[in-house]
């Protein structure tokens, strides 16, 4: 495993192509945290819009983070991959004291919350892949109970199939002319 930067001894060494930054050094630019987090330029610059992480500028308007950020990435990242929204990310880093950075326990704590979550939504795409073949076979998306036009059927009671294509031009119709 050398190729990942752990010395044949077992020992972690240097990760080969991850810029080392000097512990003296507490600020990051821009470029830094991206070359350390994997986490490109502009998705950085995304995060701090997003209220994310946050930077302070130099006298010449340069970006600086402070090293923490690289934890907060790391974070964001992991949420994100999971498929945490990022509105709900921003809301569990918040809720931290004074912005600090998130550390392992409150990773248990969020994740424990997001687990609900995120088991209701699979339960949501196993049902839709459960039912996906079944509207392909209809082919014009307009069963009397189509799960994916209509899911749990809760058009069912006041009317099928494509009515309910025709009363939502109808409303845009409407819409317009008011």
Known sequence: MVGLGVCVNGSLGRLRGVPQIPEKIHELTVGQLAARSGAAVSALHFYESKGLISSRRTAGNQRRYHRDALRRVAFVRAAQRVGI???????????LPEERTPTREDWARLSETWRSELDERIKQLNRLRDHLTDCIGCGCLSLDTCVLSNPDDVFGE?????????????????RRQC
């Open 85 to 95: 929204p990022l509105a709900t990310i921003r809301e569990a880093l918040s809720e």
């Open 158 to 174: 006041r009317m099928t199939g494509s009515r309910l294509m025709v009363e939502r031009r109808e409303n845009r119709k409407q």
